[in-house]
């Protein structure tokens, strides 16, 4: 039994809620157990230089985690760790494949990832979260024609998978993450290809077999985030 008496395959509780913040083009809090992330995305006209011209948009992520978010105060980051800068490439490459940039004009998305509360999964939760945030910003941009009603493509979601005391676990919180042996990121869009695949072994190295049952237990815990997603859309 898990710390939080879930099944092995069992997701944390999951919150959306829509609009939590009232000047963004889109916006969310996602809540996954304990851990929170607002999820806050903005529009604005024009594109970096060495875009200027192609006649496409760009999309670009930031993520940071709000010095109360973890049990002893984290110093706020005036220069991003290198741990920030890697989360937010993956968060800004997994929801560029929810969008066509060449259908939204010569505009930049920039998708604000901040954690209010750390449990673990931030970067998971991050990329769930914002793929909503940012449907809801594309439908606005579509409403005011700076946008092609083609422009939203398939729904992107991302999910911790491990190995923890040898059993195999979805979701991982930070007690279980702290001590997995294994430990894997997956961001998988709806139409069931992989974006990103992040896996590490801990401790000892892990069979093929194992991971397998890993990404098949990561993708059955995204079709359900797939489905929470598709519902307040």
């Given amino acids: 039994m898990r710390t939080d008496k879930r099944r092995n395959n069992e997701l944390r509780p999951v919150?959306?809620?829509?609009?939590?913040?009232?000047y963004p083009a889109g916006s969310v809090m996602i809540e996954a157990g304990k851990t929170r992330v607002l999820c806050a995305v903005s529009v604005q006209l024009g594109v970096p230089r060495w875009l200027e011209g192609r006649n496409q948009g760009w999309l670009t992520a930031e993520y940071a985690m709000l010095p109360g978010a973890t049990h002893t105060r984290?110093?706020?980051?005036?220069?991003?760790?290198?741990r920030s800068q890697e989360i937010r490439r993956l968060i800004g490459r997994s929801l560029r494949a929810a969008v066509d940039l060449k259908l939204i004009g010569e505009n930049t998305i920039t998708v604000d990832c901040d954690v209010i509360q750390a449990d673990g999964g931030?970067?998971?939760?991050?990329?769930?979260?914002?793929?909503v945030a940012l449907a809801l910003a594309v439908r606005k941009m579509i409403a005011e024609k700076t946008a092609s009603p083609r422009a939203l493509q398939a729904q992107v979601a991302a999910i911790s998978v491990?190995?923890?005391g040898g059993d195999e676990m979805l979701d991982l919180c930070y007690e279980?993450?702290?001590?997995?042996?294994?430990d894997f990121n997956i961001v998988m869009t709806?139409?069931?290809k992989f974006i990103e695949v992040q896996g590490t072994a801990e401790g000892e190295p892990f069979a093929r077999d194992a991971m397998d049952r890993l990404m098949n237990l990561g993708r059955d815990g995204i079709a359900e985030l797939f489905k929470m997603q598709k519902a307040l859309l």
Avoid: Q
């Fill in 15 to 22: 919150k959306i809620t829509p609009g939590y913040v009232d």
């Fill in 74 to 82: 984290t110093p706020r980051e005036t220069t991003p760790s290198p």
């Fill in 176 to 182: 279980e993450d702290s001590r997995a042996e294994v």
């Fill in 190 to 192: 709806s139409e069931g």
């Fill in 162 to 164: 491990g190995i923890v």
């Fill in 122 to 131: 931030t970067r998971t939760a991050s990329i769930t979260g914002a793929y």
